[in-house]
C-alpha cells in the first residue's frame, strides 16, 4: 500500500478501497466466503492482506452460509457497523435473495426511518470465461426492482475504488458487482481518498448523433463501438451509468434529448432487463424527440453457455452495438 | 425464598407484571379487531407469556431482540410501549413505524426491538449480525433471536446456528414450541422430534425446558444469557409451551385437537404464576390486582392513543425508502491523495 | 365437485383445476405448507379435499422448507411427474430463488434438452389486505427476466382454471400467480375441461383511441378506466396478457399499432417492472406510429406499507389509469 | 475370501476398474488442460475416487445420482461414457449437453446422472425429488446425492434431509468430506466437527466411514442402498476423504498443510486398493494392468473424440430453452363440460 502504481487492475484498486475504507473508519468491517487471509485473502485473492492488517474481528472468512452471511450483515448494520459482505458469484445472491429484497432493502420503510442498513454486498459475475450457467449471470434487474437497495458497477479500475468507498460510505444497502474479466485489465491507478459520487453517471465521451448508455464492463465496449463509428463519421456519446439503480435520468434525458438516438447496453439478458426500463423512460420523456426507436442490446435469452461459440454469440461485443447503432442512424 | 436457583419474590411479580400485560393487550386487542375498531392481521400469542417475560428480566434496553409476526409478546416483554404498538396496529403516523410496518413489523430501537419479521426463520441470521456487532464493539450486548418450532425446519436455522458457534456470537436462539407450524403439528413434520436435539450437531447446547413454567425458564434463560455475556458462545432454548388462539386471527383451530387444547388452556401460564405467586411467595391478591389495574389502564389509554391518532400522509410512501438526501463523504480523512 | 355452480371465486376455480388435473394424469402431484386436509386443504382452503380425494402420496403437505418443496417439485419432475408446487406467498419465493431459477428454469438448456422441469409453482399474493411488506409483493419481473420459466395469471375464475390447468400440462416450469382479493371475488364458471393457451394474451374488449395492457386483479381497474372512458367518449382496448412472460408481443403490437396510445398497468412497482419490457418493445417496434408516449402505471417505488391510507395510494387504481390515458389522450 | 460383510474378488475388481477409470481421465483431463488442448475449469476429484466407485456397484442404471461440479469420478462411476465426458469438457456438440452445460453440468440419463449443479448445497434438494417420484411411482429406483462437506453449513442441507426424513424417501446423502471447501478448513467452518452427527436430530442415521477404504465404504454404501429400496427411509454417509488437488486446476492448494497433503497421498486410495486386491484377494498384476490398458485405451479414445468433434452453431442458444413448439392439450378427456 505504499507508493502509487501507475496502473491498477480492477482487484488491486477494490483491495485499496476496502483497505482505504477499513483504515477510515473501525466500523468498516469484511466478511465472506475464503477471504481472509488464512484461507488465501480470497479465492483470488482480491481481499488479500485485510484480515493480516486490520485482524481477525474485523475480517472474516465464513462457512458457506449466503443467508447467514447477509443475515450477518444486516444485523451488524443495525447494530452500527458498516459491513462490507461478499456474496462470491452473483448467482449466489439467489440464496440469500430472502435477506437482501425482504429485509436489508425493506427495513429502513418498514421501520418508519428508526433503522437503516448501511451494508455494501460485493458481488463478482461475467461470462465470457467458460463457467456456465450459473456461475456468469448478471441479476441487477432483480435489485433495480427492489425499492431501497442501490446497484453500483464499474467500468475501470480507478472508479472501481471510488465506487466502491462511496458504496461502504452510503447509509443505504448496496449490491457492488464485480466483473471477473475487470480483474486482470489494468487502468490508471484511482486518486487515493477520492469517492466517486452515487447516483451520477459518467459522460465518458462526448458526441451529437447518438447515445450509447451502458455499465459495468460492457461500457468498454460501447466506447469501442463509439470509436469505430467516428470512423464513419458518426459522433457517438457514451455514458457509464455507474449507479443502475437508481439511476441518474437526468443525464440520460439530456443526452438522448441532444442526440435524439439512444443505445442502450449490458450484458444481462435483454428481456426485461435495466434495458427496458430506461428505455420505457426515454420513450415517455422524450417522444417525438426521438430520431429513431431507442434500441437495446444485452444477453440473448438463455442459460449462459459454457461453449465457447455459443457464449461468445450469447454476450453483446461491439458488433452487435455497432449494428444496433447504425440501424438507429438509418445506415 | 430467594436463592442462587431460584427468582426472589420481586424478580417473579416482575415478570408477573409482563405477562399480565401481554396478555391484557392482548384481550383488548382481540375485542377491538373483532368489534371492528382495527383491522389487522393479528398473531396472538395468548398461552406464550411468560418465556419473553422470564426471559427478559435477565435483558437490559440495549440487549437485541429481533421477533416475529407472533411477536407482540417479545415486544412488551422487552420494554415497548402498549401505545406504539397499539398506534402501529392502528396504522397510525405515531405507531413505532408510523404506520408503514404494521403488526409484523414492530421496530423499537430505544427498548432493542431491532427487527420484527414475518418470514419464517429469519430471525436468526440477523440477530447473529446484531450480537456480531457486540463482539466486534467489544460491548456486553447480547441478541436474542425469537422463532417458532416450524422455523426449525428451515435453512437459515441451520446457518444461523452454524455460524453463530463458529464466531462464539453473544446470541441466544429462543425456539418457541408451540406444537404448531399454522396448521402443521410439531411431529408429524419435524424429523427427530426435537429442536434442542439439534444443537449439538451445530456446536452448541440445546436445552428443552417448560417455556410455561416461569421459574425453569427463568433458570435456562439466566444461564444462557450468562454463557452470552461471558463470551463463551450461543445456546438454543427450546422452551415449550402452547398456542391458545388459532395461528391468526379468524382461525378456528379446527386442526388442533379439542382435548389438547383444553388442556393447556387449563393450564394458563399467567393465572399459573399468579397463583404460585400467592401460595408460594405470599404474594397478596391485592399487590396482583394493583399490578392489574395499572396495565388495564396502560392498555386503555394506549387504545385510546392509537384509535385518536392520525393516519400517515401519502407523502410518507416517498420517505425512508432511502436516506434522505444530504451531504455526502467526498473524500477520505485517512487516506489523502500521495 | 357434482354439478355445475353459476358462478364460483378464484379459490374454487382454482381446486376445480387441481382436481381435474389429478384425475385426468395420475403423475400429477401437489404438495407445499398445510395444504393436504389433515392441515385443513390449505390456511385458506384452497387445496381441500385433494389429499382425500387422491390420497396423500400424491397431496403433501411439507414442513416450512421452500427450497427443499421446490427442489422436490425439480426432481420430481425430472423423474417423471408433474409435480404442482405452492409457495404460500410470492414474496417467500425469495427464499426459493435459487432453485427457481439456477435450476428449474435452466435444466432443459444446460442439459442441452435432456431434461425438462414440467413444473408449477402455485404462489399467492397482493396488496390490499394490510398484509405489508413482506406479504404482498408482486415479483414477477424477477422470473420474466429468467429464460426458460413462465410467468402465468388470471383475471377471472374461469381463466384461472384453465390458465391453471395449461400450466400444469406444459412442458416448462410455470410460475402461476394467485390474488388474495380474487379469492372472493366471483365470477361465470369456467367450462370444464377446456384448457386456455399460455402465451396467448386476451383482447377483452375491442377499442380505437388507446390500448390498456394489463394482467392479473388490475385488468379489473383497467376495464373499469375503460368503462369511464367510454363515457368520455374514449374507445379504449383492454387486453389481458394472462401470460406475463414469455408475452404475446404480436396481439399487443397490432393493437398498439392500430390505436397508437397505450398504458401499461401492473401492481408491481413501475420502476424496472414487466412495463418497461413492454413499453421498451412497443417503443421500438412502433416508433413514428405512436401518437402519444406510452405510459406505464403500477406500485409506487417502496415497500408495500401497512397503513391503509398508505396502502391505498401505493397501489394502482381506475383513477390512476384513467388519469394516465388522459394524459396518453392529451386531455 | 466372500462373505456376507466383505465384497467377494469381482465386486472389488469392479470398484477398483470405476476407480481407476476415473484416475486415468482425471490424469489426462489436466495434461489436456495444462498444455492448452482444452481450455476448461476443472475441479479434480483425485483421492475422492473409491467412493463413488464402491457406493455405484450397489447401484442400477435406473437409480438416481445428482452431484456437484466436482463430480466427474460420480459420474464415471455411475457409467456415463468417457467420450460423452470429454466432449462436453471441451464444449462440443457430441458432448452430453451439446456443449451447452459444460463441466459443472455433465448430465446423462441414461445412467441415472440427473443433476450435476454448480451452486452448493443445490443436489440434496433435487434428489429429494427424484426419490419422491419413485416412491409415488411404486418403482425400485433410488437416488443419491452427492456434496462436500461446505454444503453441510448451507440452508438446503437442513431442509433436505428434515424432508426426506419426513417423508422417508429412498435417497441417500453422501457427503464426500475432503476437509476443505475452497481455501476453507472443514474444522474451522463446520461448528460440532461432524456432519454424521447433524443426521441425528433430522431424524436419519448417520455414518461416517472412511471412503478411501474400498470395503468399508462398500459395507456402509450396501446397508444404506437396502435401507432405501426396503423404503425405510434416507441415510446420511459421512465419507472421510482428501482431495490431492487445489480446488480447481490453478489452485496452488498452499493453504493446505503440506504435511497434510504429503500424508494423503502417500495412502492414495486407488493405489491401496490395486495393492490389496494384489495382496489379499489374489489378484494378478496381468489382471490389473489389462484393465489398466483398457482403460487406457478408452480414455484417449474419448480425448481423441472429443477434439475431433464439432462446435455447437449459434443456432443451438436458441434451442432447449423452452420445449420445442407442438401440439399442446387443449381439453381433459376425464373431465368434459357439463
Ligand atoms: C419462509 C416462509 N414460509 C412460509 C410462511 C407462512 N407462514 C407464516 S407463519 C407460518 C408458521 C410458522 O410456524 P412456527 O415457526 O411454529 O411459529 P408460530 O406461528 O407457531 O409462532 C408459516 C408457514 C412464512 N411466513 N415464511
Ligand atoms: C451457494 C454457493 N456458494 C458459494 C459457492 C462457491 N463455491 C464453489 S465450491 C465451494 C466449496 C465447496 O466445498 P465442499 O462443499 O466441501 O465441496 P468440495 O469442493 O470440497 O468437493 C464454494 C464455496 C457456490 N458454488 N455456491
Ligand atoms: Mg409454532
Ligand atoms: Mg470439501
Keep these: 500500500m505504499s507508493a502509487k502504481p501507475a496502473t491498477v487492475n480492477a482487484m488491486q484498486a477494490i483491495n485499496l478501497a476496502l483497505h482505504d475504507a477499513m483504515k477510515e473508519d473501525d466500523s468498516v468491517i469484511v466478511f465472506g466466503e475464503d477471504l481472509a487471509d488464512p484461507e488465501g485473502g480470497g479465492v483470488l485473492g482480491v481481499t488479500k492482506g485485510l484480515s493480516s492488517t486490520f485482524g481477525d474481528s474485523r475480517v472474516r472468512s465464513t462457512p458457506i452460509s449466503e443467508q447467514a452471511i447477509i443475515g450477518a450483515g444486516i444485523g451488524a448494520a443495525l447494530g452500527g457497523l458498516r459491513p462490507v459482505t461478499e456474496i462470491m458469484l452473483m448467482n449466489f445472491a439467489a440464496v440469500a435473495m430472502d435477506m437482501i429484497t425482504n429485509h436489508a432493502a425493506k427495513l429502513r420503510f418498514m421501520s418508519g426511518g428508526q433503522t437503516h442498513v448501511p451494508m455494501t454486498i460485493r458481488t463478482m459475475t461475467g461470462a465470457g470465461a467458460g463457467n456456465g450457467g450459473q456461475h456468469s449471470d448478471y441479476l441487477e434487474a432483480w435489485f433495480a426492482h427492489t425499492a431501497g437497495i442501490k446497484v453500483v458497477t464499474y467500468s475501470s479500475p480507478a472508479e472501481a475504488y471510488g465506487l466502491l468507498l462511496s458504496a461502504i460510505f452510503d447509509e443505504d444497502p448496496v449490491i457492488f458487482i464485480e466483473n471477473l474479466t475487470t480483474y486482470f485489465v489494468t487502468g490508471p491507478a484511482p486518486t487515493r481518498g477520492a469517492l466517486i459520487p452515487l447516483g451520477k453517471a459518467n459522460v465518458l465521451r462526448r458526441g451529437t448523433d447518438i447515445s450509447l448508455i451502458s455499465y459495468g464492463f460492457m461500457v468498454n465496449h460501447a466506447w469501442a463501438a463509439a470509436v469505430e463509428l467516428e470512423k464513419e463519421g458518426v459522433s457517438a456519446e457514451v455514458i457509464d451509468l455507474r449507479t443502475v439503480a437508481p439511476y441518474d435520468a437526468e443525464t440520460i434525458l439530456d443526452s438522448v434529448g441532444r442526440t435524439g438516438r439512444v443505445v442502450i447496453v449490458h450484458e444481462a439478458v435483454r428481456n426485461f432487463g435495466v434495458g427496458a426500463e430506461i428505455a420505457a423512460e426515454i420513450a415517455e420523456a422524450l417522444h417525438g424527440r426521438l430520431k429513431s426507436a431507442p434500441r437495446r442490446v444485452g444477453g440473448s435469452f438463455n442459460a449462459v453457455p459454457f461453449s465457447k461459440p455459443l457464449e461468445t454469440s450469447h454476450m453483446p461485443n461491439p458488433a452487435r452495438i455497432l449494428a444496433a447503432a447504425r440501424s438507429a442512424l438509418g445506415r | ?338
Design chain 2, 1 to 338: 425464598m430467594a436463592s442462587d436457583n431460584q427468582p426472589d419474590t420481586s424478580v417473579l411479580l416482575e415478570i408477573y407484571r409482563r405477562a399480565a400485560l401481554i396478555k391484557k393487550n392482548d384481550e383488548k386487542i382481540i375485542a377491538a379487531a373483532r368489534s371492528g375498531k382495527m383491522n389487522l392481521i393479528y398473531y396472538s400469542p395468548r398461552g406464550q407469556e411468560i418465556i419473553p417475560s422470564a426471559l427478559s428480566v435477565h435483558l437490559s434496553d440495549d440487549d437485541y431482540v429481533c421477533t416475529i409476526y407472533r411477536g407482540i409478546h417479545d415486544q412488551l416483554a422487552k420494554g415497548v410501549p402498549s401505545k406504539s404498538i397499539w398506534a402501529e396496529y392502528a396504522g397510525r403516523v405515531t405507531g413505532s413505524c408510523k404506520g408503514k410496518g404494521g403488526p409484523m413489523h414492530i421496530t423499537y430501537p430505544a427498548k432493542g426491538v431491532m427487527v420484527t419479521t414475518g418470514v419464517v426463520g429469519s430471525s436468526m441470521p440477523i440477530a447473529n449480525g446484531l450480537a456480531l456487532a457486540a463482539q466486534i464493539q467489544g460491548v456486553q450486548r447480547i441478541a436474542v433471536a425469537n422463532f417458532g418450532d416450524g422455523a426449525s425446519n428451515i435453512g437459515a436455522f441451520l446457518e444461523s446456528l452454524n455460524l453463530a458457534s463458529v464466531w462464539q456470537l453473544p446470541v441466544i436462539f429462543v425456539c418457541q414450541n408451540n406444537l404448531y407450524a399454522e396448521h402443521s403439528s410439531f411431529r408429524k413434520f419435524t424429523a427427530g422430534g426435537s429442536v434442542a436435539q439439534r444443537a449439538e450437531g451445530l456446536g452448541m447446547p440445546g436445552v428443552t425446558v417448560d417455556g410455561n413454567d416461569a421459574v425453569a425458564m427463568w433458570r435456562v434463560a439466566r444461564e444462557a444469557v450468562a454463557r452470552a455475556r461471558a463470551g463463551e458462545g450461543p445456546t438454543l432454548i427450546e422452551a415449550m409451551t402452547f398456542r391458545f388462539q388459532g395461528h391468526l386471527l379468524g382461525d378456528d383451530a379446527s386442526y388442533i385437537p379439542a382435548e389438547q387444547l383444553r388442556a393447556a388452556v387449563e393450564k394458563d401460564p399467567v393465572l399459573a404464576l399468579r397463583s404460585h405467586l400467592i401460595a408460594h411467595h405470599q404474594v397478596r391478591e391485592l399487590t396482583l390486582t394493583g399490578i392489574e389495574a395499572a396495565i388495564e389502564r396502560e392498555v386503555e389509554e394506549a387504545q385510546a392513543f392509537a384509535l385518536s391518532s392520525k393516519w400517515p400522509t401519502p407523502d410518507e410512501l416517498l420517505t425512508d425508502v432511502w436516506a434522505a438526501p444530504g451531504p455526502v463523504k467526498t473524500h477520505l480523512s485517512t487516506s489523502a491523495p500521495t
